[in-house]
């Protein structure tokens, strides 16, 4: 357990529906990103936050897409009318000052 | 931006035999290099790096090396055990913040 939590596990909705994504860094990692993970690739990037400030946001993330860090603390990933393309592993991940990158399990999502 | 390539995508090995994987970069400025252990239904588990000042780096069985000149890099597991089995994916970072990863290889380790 790398201390970086996400919520739900796993999740299964229909196209069209809304779904929110919870992650919770490392308590003292100020900097947060997500990722995308698709099955037999590599985590594709998606947006950077340092502290609350949205800093980086890969051309990925389409408008559907919103991801918000109000406190600084924890962060929420939603992705609006989804669509099946959607469907892939949602990864969090945490640092502090140094490199060392450290994920969550991620969340699954599957867009029926 | 960065393009990080790996291979092979899956290697099959001998319990006990050595596994290398091998990763090439694209951009000069990437200056760390993280490699990464997969299980299934897990997230990427760091498992060594390399800085960009650095040639090479050893933590028990796993070793990585680094050429900036060509622009590649390799991970490099001993004596591998049954539970060596996972995908590995290796990753550069172009500064100030992304991480770039590798397609993945598919690491079997056959007892």
């Known amino acids: 357990d790398t201390g970086v939590s996400q919520d739900p596990r796993h999740k299964i909705t229909k196209r069209g529906q809304n779904v929110t994504f919870r992650c919770d860094p490392i308590?003292?990692?100020?900097?947060l990103y997500w990722y995308r993970q698709t099955l037999g690739q590599g985590p594709e990037f998606l947006t950077y936050f340092q502290n609350e400030a949205q800093l980086e946001k890969s051309r990925l993330l389409s408008d559907r897409f919103s991801a918000e860090r109000p406190k600084g603390s924890f962060s929420t990933l939603e992705i609006q009318r989804t669509e099946q393309g959607d469907s892939a592993m949602y990864l969090c991940?945490?640092?502090?000052?140094?490199?060392?990158?450290?994920f969550g399990s991620g969340t699954q999502l599957s867009v029926l | 931006g960065e393009n990080v390539e790996q291979h092979p995508s899956t290697l099959s090995v001998q319990e006990g035999d050595s596994a290398v994987i091998k990763c090439t970069y694209s951009d000069s400025a990437s200056n760390y290099f993280p490699w990464y252990k997969q299980e299934l239904g897990k997230g990427p588990q760091l498992i060594i790096d390399?800085?960009?000042?650095?040639g090479e780096k050893k933590d028990q069985r796993i070793a990585v090396t680094l050429n900036k000149t060509a622009k590649h890099f390799s991970l490099h597991i001993t004596e591998t055990q049954p539970e060596d089995s996972a995908v590995y994916f290796c990753a550069g970072r172009r500064p100030p913040n992304m991480l770039t990863f590798g397609g993945g290889t598919r690491l079997m380790v056959k007892p």
């Open positions: 308590s003292e990692h100020n900097r």
């Open positions: 991940a945490s640092r502090h000052r140094d490199e060392k990158l450290f």
């Open positions: 390399i800085r960009s000042n650095v």
